[in-house]
């Protein structure tokens, strides 16, 4: 029988008489026999021992000769068999190549008749308003348009023609679900947009309805619900997320939203036969923010609503058993809504919502409570999914808002007593205290006991032990006027550390540094805020620096009367405001001493037009100087008006003292130097300074009963470090040369006392003429 390679090769006519295969069977046969040959010749040459040389040469030459036909036969068969053996593959190539053509040609001849029948049956469909099956087909022909694309040799026109006809049936399809779901969803919005005024806006939010239509679509099949089919269209198409996506955020916008932030809004259902019908109720409400449980309720009743008359539907992907996933549209659209909705709750339900002081604390339970509920509801429905969210997290962290709140709150509170009016004051004495809530009581494993007192100040005499007392004034402030608002900003701070001794470590801590914050925002907005009244304003700048002291006397005790009633790390020495105390004192002093610049700044300028006090003989000239000297004691009576009862006492002696000593230096200085004084203008400078010493005293009157003002006006020479000089000046323009001569006693007297040997000298030879008598005088001044 011949082999296939053989028959191939026959059938092609090219073998040779005698086939190959018949060649190589004779061979094997003849190799066979040679073989037995072989071995009998071995075994009678080894084993029987037979002469046998002529038989082994016979061998050899068989063997030889069936070599050489073998190698005969091997190159036929690389010449020509293999030849004719690549000449038939290539032929059975071709026919597979052929075969695989024709297999392709009639798989894309299946699918476009697929893709016909599809369309003809997604038109059909849609006719009978079976829009799940009309989306199905459609979804069908279009994979079947995929496979189409991605076969070799279709004609690019055809899918041109293929891909536009499945464009238009899908938005002819999508046309029409979105006819019937406005039919079915049906809402009427408030015309836009929102009015601005708040008293407009009720009236046009109450304009919002949701209507929605639970018709029944009677078909041949069955009797599906006419929702059913829309929405199982939409998600078959993979139009499902963007039509409930637009969905939520009208819901959002026009519905949750409102009643999130509208105390007034409540919710109003009517079921009608086939409808549903949601719109607003207008109602009474005492309070600005609805309570976060009334919310709940409020949205609640929304999503219920929602859930029973349109998410209620079960869904699918795909109309594909295999590949079918479900869809849940109340989670779809729950997960839409959530995030957005969740951050209105928060800020404008929840927030308002978080306890003013510790002492409600406790009452806040509940809404963590109601919140809690809220969730597990909303998980009943399929709404949210998961176990934890943002909502209830912000709920539990109540103590974490809470202190976020009372620190925002003492802030602005802060900054408006900041930038109010200063000039609204109250008086402080020794004995005035600031009352704060009774402190708890510290831990006995100390021996500090601390007195459980309500005050910061102590009214009674401190015993300590010995036979010495501290005077209940010892730690007190002195008596002036402070701002009312700094009074109110001190006694804000020492509320908001009682409230942090029973507060939480966290809360404790940021109540804390809030207090510390207040007096870092006073130190950089008030002295800004206020610039240009305090520049100008005498009386201004002297409550601010009051209000500076005031407050650095406080910073000194306050961190000690709250440390040891205060949690870890506070209590162990870290609550402290001592480090405020040296820049409150300076920022205070620098502002006052700013004034004081200013206001010496104008007296020497009034001083500036006497015209030095020369030649006062001449009417002109005293008229200048007698008015610059008028007008210096104006200025000195006006400040010691502005600022009587509102300095402490030292400091308004001090301050008016220093600045009626810049006037009379600048007076003694002048007319020390001047080189010539008549008799007449002696006496015109001795009335001007005669003015200055009867009204000088005059000025020192810090407090406003006239009594009391004797005891600072009888020691004048103590705040005014010129006055003797200024009165011995006057003895000098009345006294002879002897009596001049007399009141230096060789450097003894009070002449020598005030004025230096030059500073006599100059005025012995202004008053007196040059003869012997002046210079023996002269010679006396060494």
Not at 32 to 55: A, C, D, H, M, T
Request: glycine share 4%; net charge negative; charged share 25%.
């Amino acid at each position: 029988m011949l082999s296939f390679v053989a028959e191939v090769l026959a059938s092609s006519g090219k073998l040779e008489k005698e086939d190959i295969g018949t060649k190589i069977n004779r061979l094997s046969r003849r190799v066979e026999e040679f073989k037995g040959e072989v071995y009998n010749s071995i075994i009678k040459k080894y084993e029987e021992f037979i002469p046998s040389l002529k038989n082994g040469d016979d061998l050899v030459n068989q063997v030889e000769e069936i070599s050489l036909e073998i190698d005969v036969l091997k190159s036929q068969i690389e010449n020509q068999v293999q030849r004719d053996l690549r000449v038939a593959v290539t032929e059975f190539s071709e026919l597979k190549q052929q075969l695989e053509q024709s297999t392709a040609l009639l798989s894309v001849l299946t699918e476009l008749h697929e893709l016909d029948t599809a369309l003809e049956t997604n038109h059909q469909a849609l006719l009978e308003k079976n829009y799940t099956k009309s989306a199905a087909q459609l979804s069908k022909a279009q994979h079947n348009f995929t496979l189409l694309k991605s076969r070799k040799g279709i004609e690019l026109k055809m899918l041109q023609v293929l891909s536009t006809e499945l464009t238009v049936q899908k938005e002819k399809l999508l046309y029409h679900l979105g006819e019937e779901w406005k039919q079915l969803a049906v809402w009427s919005l408030p015309p836009s947009p929102a009015p601005a005024k708040a008293e407009d806006l009720f009236g046009w939010t109450l304009k919002t309805e949701l209507r929605l239509c639970n018709m029944m679509s009677k078909k041949k099949s069955d009797l599906e619900p006419l929702l059913v089919s829309i929405l199982q269209g939409f998600a078959i198409l993979g139009e499902l997320n963007r039509k409930l996506k637009f969905f939520s955020q009208i819901l959002l916008k026009y519905i949750l939203k409102p009643l999130v932030i509208e105390p007034f809004l409540e919710v109003e259902i009517e079921l009608q036969t086939n409808d549903a019908v949601l719109r607003f109720a207008a109602v009474e409400s005492k309070s600005d923010h609805e309570s976060p449980a009334k919310v709940y309720q409020k949205i609640s009743t929304v999503l219920e609503f929602l859930y029973q008359h349109l998410l209620y539907v079960p869904l699918w992907d795909s109309m594909d058993c295999k590949e079918k996933q479900a869809i849940n549209l109340a989670e779809l659209l729950g997960g839409m809504i959530w995030e957005e909705l969740s951050e209105i709750i928060i800020k404008n339900c929840l927030v308002f919502s978080i306890p003013a002081n510790s002492s409600q604390l406790e009452l806040y339970e509940e809404v963590i409570k109601a919140t809690d509920k809220f969730e597990e509801k909303l998980k009943e429905m399929q709404f949210l999914q998961g176990h934890s969210t943002d909502l209830l997290k912000y709920a539990k962290n109540v103590n974490v808002h809470f202190a976020s709140k009372k620190c925002q709150d003492v802030i602005v509170t802060a900054r408006n007593l900041m930038t109010s009016e200063i000039h609204n004051t109250v008086k402080i004495t020794t004995d005035s205290k600031i009352s704060i809530p009774k402190l708890p009581s510290p831990e006995m494993d100390s021996k500090l006991v601390i007195s459980k007192t309500s005050n910061v100040v102590p009214g009674d005499i401190v015993n300590l032990g010995t036979v010495k007392q501290l005077s209940s004034q010892t730690m007190g402030f002195p008596t002036c006027r402070i701002s009312e608002s700094t009074q109110k900003l001190v006694e804000l701070a020492y509320q908001t550390l009682s409230e942090a001794t029973s507060a939480t470590t966290e809360c404790a801590v940021q109540l804390f540094y809030t207090v510390r914050n207040i007096f870092h925002l006073f130190y950089d907005v008030v002295p800004t805020y206020h610039k240009e009244t305090l520049q100008k304003l005498p009386q201004l700048a002297a409550i601010h620096q009051n209000n500076c002291m005031y407050i650095a006397h406080h910073l000194i005790t306050l961190g000690h009367q709250f440390h040891c009633s205060l949690p870890n790390p506070l209590c162990n020495g870290t609550a402290t405001f001592v480090d405020f105390v040296p820049s409150f004192r300076q920022l205070g002093t620098e502002c006052f001493l700013a004034q004081l610049c200013t206001q010496r700044d104008e007296l020497l300028e009034r001083l500036s037009t006497a015209r030095n006090y020369s030649s006062l003989e001449d009417a002109d000239n005293y008229s200048a100087a007698n008015k610059a000297v008028r007008q210096v004691i104006h200025q000195l009576k006006r400040l010691g008006i502005v600022w009587q009862d509102v300095l402490p006492v030292h400091i308004y002696c001090k301050a008016l003292g220093t600045l009626l000593n810049t006037a009379i230096t600048d007076i003694v200085n002048k007319i020390t130097v001047l080189e010539d004084i008549t008799s007449e203008s002696a006496d015109g400078l001795y009335s001007l300074c005669k003015t200055i010493l009867e009204e000088g005293p005059g000025i020192f009157q810090p407090l406003l009963e006239e009594s009391k003002n004797k005891k600072f006006q009888e020691e004048i020479p103590i705040y005014v470090p010129k006055w003797l000089k200024f009165k011995e000046l006057m003895i000098v323009l009345q006294a002879s040369l002897q009596e001049l001569v007399d009141r230096w006693t060789d450097g003894k007297g009070p002449f020598a006392a005030e004025f230096s040997p030059i500073e006599a000298k100059n005025l012995i030879r202004a008053l007196f003429q040059n003869t012997e008598r002046r210079a023996a005088a002269l010679a006396k001044i060494k």
